[in-house]
């Protein structure tokens, strides 16, 4: 039989593929954490897997990797959807397809097949990453070609002796490192918010608390005063502040297929991050700095979601990113409130409001009123010789 690789989640659409595909191929199950897998979870995974009839199932521990090469320059551009999604779950399928495709090029497999529809961005990312990292490894999309509905899938599996609780969930929810998005009848519609109980974490702290996140050339270095490297600090703000139910909205954006799509996400770590970050930024870097590093932000973040990793601009714009996070180190102090969060203010030694060239609207030590009056008319000058000549 042909060897075959499949992106195993262990839900449905894959379960499908996996008992579909192993009386046609030798199916080899691959899963890819990329943060919020817990080892028990991943067990239950691998012996759900073998139930499906796989030949082999290995769990690919990607957090570190999907820190490296994308969260860390959603930091860097502060990286925000529409301004407000901070990319959870596009950003992971494309770490998740680059690793399985190199699973299965080392395994020489001829075949690789995933559980995405015909109707979701998923199907992009995985097909354009795999199609261009293997272009001899023949992709296999049963859900997408048989167009199947979940009942069928569900008879399928119960004809094939596979009994378990299919019936779906009232919401999906998928963790992440870098966010949970949250999927519900709710979202499938413009104006329903999502109730307060579809979000994994619930209000369990009252009052206030300050954390102080501290930046080393744009990375976060350490929480409240203790290092550790970012992936980590970034799961255990996430553990304090989601007890205050922090990170909460519903996204709405252009798929890549052209239609509107709505879902709510939680993602107190990296909106904290992000937002924390981008404050250390406004102190630390010159106008024309972050002016550019917006627009190439937006770029970056765009591109990404629609599965563009892979293009030799991302690593150009990744360059950029980096070479302008050498000042952007210092502390930033936030406070922590039930569902929201305020940004006090930053510590640095490269703040450039430094007093030694003055206060703002106070007073200044690096002109004279003569000097102010000269810059201000010759910066009007063009103004003023528009407006004489055309009026």
Not at 200 to 207: A, T, W, Y
Request: charged share 25%; glycine share 8%; aromatic share 10%.
């Amino acid at each position: 039989m042909k060897k075959l690789v499949i992106a195993y989640s262990g839900g449905l659409d894959t379960s499908y593929c996996a008992v579909s595909l192993s009386k046609e191929y030798d199916v080899h199950a691959v899963s890819v954490n990329t943060g919020g897998f817990t080892q028990e979870e991943i067990k239950q995974i691998e012996s759900n897997a073998y139930k499906m009839g796989v030949s082999t199932y290995k769990n690919i521990d990607a957090v570190a990797t999907f820190y490296q090469k994308v969260v860390k320059y959603l930091i860097f551009g502060n990286v925000l959807k529409n301004n407000s999604y901070p990319l959870s779950v596009s950003a992971e399928r494309i770490i998740q397809a680059i690793e399985i495709i190199e699973y299965a090029k080392s395994i020489d497999a001829e075949y690789i097949a995933h559980g995405s529809t015909g109707a979701g961005n998923d199907q992009v990312r995985f097909d354009m990453i795999f199609q261009t990292l293997a272009p001899n490894i023949k992709i296999i999309t049963p859900i997408r070609d048989e167009k199947l509905t979940r009942q069928q899938e569900i008879d399928y599996l119960k004809e094939n002796g596979i009994e378990a609780s299919w019936e779906k969930a009232k919401y999906s929810v998928n963790k992440g490192l870098w966010g949970t998005s949250v999927g519900g009848e709710e979202t499938l519609t413009s104006e329903k918010p999502l109730p307060s109980e579809a979000y994994p974490s619930q209000l369990e702290k009252e009052g206030e608390e300050k954390v102080i996140i501290t930046f080393k050339n744009g990375e976060f270095v350490a929480l409240n005063g203790e290092e550790n490297i970012p992936e980590v600090n970034i799961e255990k703000l996430n553990d304090i502040a989601s007890a205050y139910a922090i990170g909460r909205d519903i996204h709405v954006g252009d798929t890549i297929v052209g239609i509107k799509g709505r879902v709510g996400f939680e993602a107190a770590a990296a909106l904290i991050t992000v937002k924390a970050h981008h404050l250390l930024e406004k102190h630390t870097l010159t106008k024309w700095q972050l002016q550019h590093k917006e627009y190439l932000s937006s770029f970056y973040g765009m591109h990404l979601h629609e599965g563009q990793y892979l293009d030799p601009v991302m690593r150009n714009i990744e360059s950029f990113l980096q070479s302008s996070q050498d000042m952007v180190t210092g502390d930033v102090i936030v406070t922590l409130k039930p569902y929201h969060f305020s940004l006090d203010g930053i510590k640095s030694e490269h703040d450039l409001m430094s007093a030694k060239f003055g206060s703002y609207g106070e007073e200044n030590k690096a002109w004279t009123a003569d000097d102010a009056k000269g810059f201000i008319k010759i910066l009007g000058n063009q103004n003023k010789i528009y407006q004489q000549v055309n009026s």
